[in-house]
């Protein structure tokens, strides 16, 4: 069974750094690209990085270019979102998702972990 | 940025209506579309992807098509375990991008 587990979710002040994890089980997770999706409380989705599964290609929304790092350790099926210099409007659940390579749309998805950025 | 255009916004009907929502992208993504579902509370799921693909699992009712730049997503005969947001997102590059939504109620 294919399990999305986010982990590393919480409260930090306005310009601090956080940083999220999703631990992959139940496929071969160095085959997949892996994505980064989020919500603010009350919106629609936005989508906001992809990484290969290599991980040598990586790709970023504008409005966290140069914030955020996504990375992975496939030796530990493990998807990380490196998040600085937050600002209140990065509050938002944040969802990891695995994308399928037959049609590159988001066939599972995790929980989604909770980020607010607040003094 | 490929801009989604999602209609509309909220849609009322009853059970075993028929009822479609639309995406228009801004240029062109051919058919590399998703429709996703998403339950308050919950994670999106993925209902069709390449426009019309139904995802394995998902029931019948649901169905996807396109027409030009102009995307539909239908419910046949809408059940109340259809209320939910839904979205459309285009993969056709980067960035992807999701539509507003549409939330469906039951009236």
């Known amino acids: 069974e294919v399990q999305l587990l986010e982990s590393g979710g919480g409260l930090v002040q306005p310009g601090g750094s956080l940083r999220l994890s999703c631990e992959a089980s139940?496929?071969?997770?160095?085959?997949?690209?892996m994505t980064w999706v989020r919500q603010a409380p009350g919106k629609g989705l936005e989508w906001i990085s992809t990484?290969?599964?290599?991980?040598?290609?990586?790709y970023y929304a504008d409005s966290v270019k140069g914030r955020f790092t996504i990375s992975r350790d496939n030796s530990k099926d493990t998807l990380f979102l490196q998040m600085s210099s937050l600002r209140a409007e990065d509050t938002a659940m944040y969802y990891c998702?695995?994308?399928?390579?037959?049609?590159?749309?988001?066939?599972?998805w995790g929980q989604g972990g909770l980020v607010t950025v607040s003094s | 940025d490929i801009q989604m255009t999602q209609s509309p916004s909220t849609l009322s009907a009853s059970v075993g209506d028929r009822v479609t929502i639309t995406c228009g992208a801004s240029q062109s993504i051919n058919m590399w579309l998703a429709w996703y579902q998403q339950k308050p509370g919950k994670a999106p799921k993925l209902l069709i992807y390449?426009?019309?693909k139904l995802e394995s699992g998902v029931p019948s009712r649901f169905s996807g098509s396109r027409s030009g730049a102009e995307f539909s997503f239908t419910i046949s005969s809408l059940q109340p375990d259809d209320v939910a947001t839904y979205y459309c997102?285009?993969?056709?590059?980067?960035?992807?991008?999701f539509g507003q939504g549409t939330k469906v109620e039951i009236k």
């Open positions: 998702a695995r994308v399928s390579p037959a049609h590159l749309g988001c066939d599972y």
């Open positions: 390449k426009a019309s």
């Open positions: 990484i290969s599964g290599p991980g040598g290609s990586t």
């Open positions: 139940g496929f071969a997770f160095t085959t997949y690209a």
């Open positions: 997102q285009q993969y056709h590059e980067y960035p992807w991008t």
